[in-house]
C-alpha cells in the first residue's frame, strides 16, 4: 500500500510538471532505477562513435570496459543489458557444471528478484544462508556448508555470492573485515567470491574506499550503471580475463 502511494504521489507531481514549475524540482525517491539521463549524456549518446562490438570494432563500448575494469582493479569487463544478466552469468562462471551449487543470502536480490534465474538460467542449486540485518551471513554456517565432502548424492559449493550495498537490508554496506573473512573460508574450501555490486558506487562512497580496494576478495563482480548513475540500460561483469573473455 505504501509503494502504491508513492507511485499516485510521483504520478500526480508529473502531471502537475506542466504547470507548476516548482515541480520539476520533485526528487523522486521510490527507487534509484527512476533516475533519467542528464543532458549531457544525451549528447554523448548521440554522437560517441558506434560499431560491432561483438566484432571488437565498438570502441565506445571497449573504452567503457577497459575504464570500469581498470577502475575495479581487475583485468577484463563486459557490457551485457541487465543485472539480472550480469548475476546469471557470474555464478554460471562459478559453479560451472549445471546441477553443482553457490551459496547464496536468504534475503538477496538473486534469490528473491531475478525470476529464479539462478537455477532456470544458470542451472544452480543455490544453497541458502540466512541473512543478518546488516546484510552479512553467519561465518560459521559459510565454514560448515562448504567443509561438506562432496559425492554422488552431495552437490558441491563452488562459490559463495555476496551483496552490497544489500538491498534486501535496507541499502546495508558490508564492511573490508567481514568480507576478509568471508575469503578465507572460500579459499580453504576452493570456492571462488562474487558480489551482486549493482550499487557498488554507493557502497564504495560510504565507506571512502577506492572501488578496487573495496572489491579486491572477489573474483567476479557484477555492477549496474542505472542505478542512480542516470543510464538507461546495463550491467557489467568484471573479472580475471580467464573468465571474462
Given at each position: 500500500?505504501q ?5 499516485q504521489?510521483?504520478v500526480?507531481?508529473k502531471k502537475?510538471?506542466s504547470?507548476?514549475p516548482a ?6 525517491l521510490?527507487?534509484?532505477t527512476?533516475?533519467?539521463p542528464s543532458?549531457?549524456?544525451f549528447?554523448?549518446?548521440?554522437s560517441?562513435?558506434?560499431?560491432d ?16 575494469a581498470?577502475?575495479?582493479?581487475k583485468e ?8 539480472v544478466m550480469a ?6 562462471l562459478m ?11 536468504s534475503?538477496?536480490?538473486?534469490i528473491n528478484n531475478?525470476?529464479g ?5 544458470a542451472?544452480?542449486?543455490p544453497?541458502?544462508?540466512?541473512n ?10 559459510i ?8 559425492n554422488e548424492?552431495i552437490?558441491p559449493?563452488r562459490g559463495?555470492?555476496l ?9 546495508r554496506v558490508l ?5 576478509s ?5 572460500a579459499k ?6 562474487h558480489i551482486?555490486g ?9 565507506l ?5 580496494d573495496?572489491l579486491?576478495?572477489?573474483d567476479?563482480i557484477?555492477?549496474c550503471?542505472?542505478k542512480?548513475?542516470?543510464?538507461p540500460i546495463?550491467?557489467l ?9
Amino acid at each position: 500500500m505504501q509503494a502504491k502511494r508513492l507511485f499516485q504521489t510521483a504520478v500526480k507531481a508529473k502531471k502537475a510538471s506542466s504547470t507548476s514549475p516548482a515541480a520539476h524540482k520533485l526528487i523522486d525517491l521510490r527507487s534509484d532505477t527512476v533516475t533519467r539521463p542528464s543532458k549531457r549524456m544525451f549528447d554523448a549518446m548521440s554522437s560517441v562513435p558506434l560499431g560491432d562490438e561483438g566484432r571488437a570494432d565498438c570502441e565506445t563500448t571497449m573504452k567503457l570496459e577497459r575504464q570500469v575494469a581498470d577502475l575495479f582493479g581487475k583485468e577484463s569487463a563486459l557490457l551485457v543489458p541487465s543485472g539480472v544478466m550480469a548475476n546469471n552469468i557470474n555464478l554460471k562462471l562459478m559453479a560451472g557444471l549445471s546441477g553443482e551449487s553457490v551459496i547464496l543470502g536468504s534475503n538477496s536480490h538473486i534469490i528473491n528478484n531475478e525470476r529464479g534465474g539462478v537455477s532456470s538460467f544458470a542451472g544452480i542449486m543455490p544453497w541458502i544462508v540466512e541473512n543478518n540485518p546488516d546484510g552479512t551471513m553467519e561465518l560459521e554456517k559459510i565454514k560448515r556448508m562448504t567443509g561438506m565432502a562432496s559425492n554422488e548424492h552431495i552437490v558441491p559449493i563452488r562459490g559463495i555470492s555476496l551483496e552490497s550495498s544489500h538491498n534486501g537490508c535496507n541499502g546495508r554496506v558490508l564492511r573490508p573485515e567481514y568480507i576478509s573473512k568471508v575469503k578465507k573460508i572460500a579459499k580453504k574450501a576452493k570456492s571462488k567470491m562474487h558480489i551482486d555490486g549493482a550499487r557498488s558506487w554507493n557502497a564504495a562512497l560510504f565507506l571512502g574506499m577506492e572501488m578496487k580496494d573495496m572489491l579486491k576478495d572477489f573474483d567476479l563482480i557484477s555492477v549496474c550503471l542505472s542505478k542512480g548513475l542516470g543510464c538507461p540500460i546495463g550491467s557489467l561483469i568484471v573479472g580475471s580475463s580467464k573468465d571474462v573473455a
